[in-house]
């Protein structure tokens, strides 16, 4: 064979090779999509965390934040104080435990089937050095934003009872990170809390009255949500009246509504574990020249950020938008929070907006976009909607605008 020829045979053969590894890998790419396809959410976020776990410092990942334990396990027992901590996953590359007490144990083993249930006596850090030695931890992170010092140091104990050498690390915001991009049963879940939301605020606004009480309103928002079919209230509802709606999050008073004056609602419900949030301002009566300026501007504002949002933008510059537009009217200076936030199994959850937010927006994130102007001895304007971040732009969930157009 003459040395083009050889060279030839040589490189075809080569071809050849790639090409029956492209399509091995193809399909083991394939038989993995379709596993996925067939898990349930908690087992595909489970699976999610595992794959992450070979790149992390550690071999083993300790979960303690509420919402971060319920979205991996879907095991939905909550703390009922703070000093309280009586559940918590682990997880491996290959294994899962999940760690309660006698009280949750028949509701740990229906919610959370995917994970080993082990039941300890008197404190969940007793049994953690058995848990560590029969998934054979070496090193365990753990999420270092939630822990207390004392609660850390007590791991670190029980992981050294087990393995004097074991190393404890800082394991980040790994749930929270998965978190922050929403699952379609997610953004179905928070699209049903909010229709509920907007229901009640309906009801709210054709309640209200001048005389009525900010107290009134908010026990009836609740009362409403309640018999609306909501498991909670996501948080508790803002009504703030006259110089009190310069306050962001003012807390409700006996202090009676008032004729032209600017009232700030703030509501949301929790209805199969997600979280609505939204804010409208309502004014009885007629309102004067101020009133229309600040809600025409705050809305101008609302409705620019709006239009900003878009998968691959900075958040930062979603709320440099509508900072811009409110300080160009002369208000800067009063609008000092962040634009907006995420929303999920929290109410308020990543992404973040504001001045130093370096989060970039993502498809299927759901976020608020809530500008304000509060004035000091007058009072205030916010206005909060939800909407889905898109390739190319947003879906604005809400579906009732509540809005004048002065």
């Known amino acids: 064979m003459r040395d083009p020829e050889l060279c030839a045979w040589k490189l075809w053969t080569i071809v050849q090779f790639l090409v029956v590894r492209l399509q091995t890998a193809w399909a083991r790419t394939d038989e993995l999509e379709l596993l996925m396809d067939n898990l349930t959410p908690f087992q595909r976020r489970q699976e999610k965390v595992k794959k992450l776990l070979p790149e992390k410092p550690y071999d083993t990942f300790l979960v303690s934040e509420p919402w971060n ?8 027992a909550e703390d009922m104080q703070l000093t309280e901590f009586f559940e918590v996953p682990v997880l491996t590359e290959k294994a899962q435990v999940l760690a309660t007490d006698f009280r949750y144990q028949e509701q740990a083993e229906k919610e959370a089937p995917d994970f080993q249930v082990v039941i300890y006596k008197e404190n969940l850090t007793n049994i953690l050095p058995e848990i560590f030695a029969s998934l054979s931890t070496r090193t365990l992170g753990f999420e270092n934003h939630h822990l207390t010092y004392e609660r850390v140091m007590k791991i670190q104990e029980a992981l050294q009872e087990w393995h004097p050498p074991g190393e404890l690390l800082p394991g980040g915001e790994l749930v929270e990170g998965l978190r922050m ?25 054709a309640e209200a009255e001048v005389g009525k009480t900010e107290k009134q309103l908010a026990w009836r928002i609740e009362q409403l949500m309640r018999e609306a079919g909501a498991e909670a209230i996501s948080f508790p509802p803002i009504v703030a009246s006259g110089p009190g709606a310069a306050m962001p999050h003012a807390v409700v008073s006996d202090r009676q509504l008032g004729d032209s004056e600017t009232i700030i609602i703030d509501l949301g419900a929790r209805l199969d574990h997600y979280c609505s949030d939204m804010t409208r301002t309502l004014i009885l ?4 020249s101020k009133a229309r300026e600040v809600y025409g501007i705050v809305r101008e504002a609302q409705l620019r950020a709006i239009a900003a949002v878009r998968a691959g933008i900075p ?21 000092g929070h962040g634009l907006g936030h995420g929303i999920g199994l929290a109410v308020h959850e990543k992404p973040g907006f504001g001045k130093s937010s370096s989060m970039v927006l993502e498809e299927d994130m759901v976020v608020t976009i809530e500008p304000g102007i509060y004035l000091p001895g007058w009072g205030g304007v916010r206005l909060e909607n939800m909407v889905r971040v898109t390739a190319d732009g947003c879906e ?3 579906q009732n605008e509540f809005f004048y157009s002065f």
């Open 396 to 398: 604005i969930l809400n």
């Open 181 to 205: 991009v929403k699952e379609p049963e997610e953004i179905q879940a928070i699209r049903n809390s909010l229709a509920l939301t907007e229901s009640v605020l309906e009801t709210i606004v």
């Open 69 to 76: 334990r319920a979205y991996l396990s879907g095991f939905w």
């Open 285 to 288: 009566g007629e309102p004067d």
């Open 315 to 335: 958040s930062l510059e979603v709320d440099r938008v509508a900072r811009d537009y409110i300080a160009l009217a002369g208000y800067g200076d009063n609008f």
